[in-house]
């Protein structure tokens, strides 16, 4: 695991300090057919704690933009809610395909049973409801750090479903950092790259957002 929450929560703190539309998934039962239509293979080490993580990272997206939906009633935080939710399914059908616990299941918006995640709600929150454009950049940056991590991720990857799964979540949140970047320049902001190098982040929000649904591939 090449980034911790812990970690996360340093450096998140630091930089928000010193400073969309929904992706087209096919959603419900197709996407789950998908999933389950690819080999069930052996999961490495590197595999099993992916996806918890990125079950984790997927609920505090939805639950922030949520909560910053609510204060600020500003359709993107809806909008990509709503989306982060197909990425919550899709990691989802992968726990239950492979039969491993979902420690996210039954909780409620803003709810985690992990201390450091709960802390890092609290705090995504707070920072988010000081203004509608700190709210802005705290979608950027989760989406920032998503990037990241899904990009690290797929380098200790070769089952063929969770690559499908995680090149899609890829592409949403590079459609969720295009639409939040827009947002802040709007608002009169700014945004560098936290996570992911500003190179990287030049070219994705200088692109055209990516259309389709949930594919084979990048």
């Not at 812990?6 to 630091?14: D, G, L, Q, R």
């Not at 590197?46 to 609510?70: C, F, P, Q, S």
């Not at 982060?84 to 491993?100: C, G, N, S, W």
């Not at 802040?184 to 929000?205: D, H, M, P, R």
């Amino acid at each position: 695991m090449k980034t911790s929450f812990t970690t996360f929560i340093a450096v998140f703190v630091a930089v928000l300090t010193m400073s969309c539309n929904k992706d087209n998934g096919q959603h419900g039962n197709t996407l789950k057919e998908q999933i389950a239509a690819l080999p069930k293979e052996a999961l490495s080490d590197a595999e099993l704690k992916g996806l918890v993580l990125m079950r984790e990272e997927e609920k505090l997206a939805h639950d922030v933009y949520t909560a910053l939906y609510n204060k600020w009633g500003m359709m993107i935080f809806n909008n990509i809610s709503s989306s982060e939710q197909t990425h919550l399914e899709a990691v989802a059908a992968l726990l239950a395909k492979y039969d491993l616990a979902d420690s996210a299941s039954g909780n409620g918006t803003g709810v985690f049973n992990d201390t450091t995640l709960q802390r890092l709600y609290n705090q995504l929150v707070s920072t988010g409801n000081n203004s509608l454009l700190d709210a802005l950049n705290v979608g950027a940056t989760i989406e920032d750090l998503d990037i990241f991590d899904l990009q690290n991720l797929l380098d200790d990857v070769d089952n063929q479903d969770i690559t499908f799964v995680y090149n899609n979540l890829l592409k949403g949140s590079r459609n969720h950092i295009r639409a939040f970047y827009g947002q802040i320049i709007n608002n009169g902001g700014t945004y560098s790259a936290q996570f992911i190098t500003q190179q990287q982040l030049e070219e994705i929000v200088n692109s055209s957002k990516e259309t389709g649904a949930w594919r084979k591939g990048k």
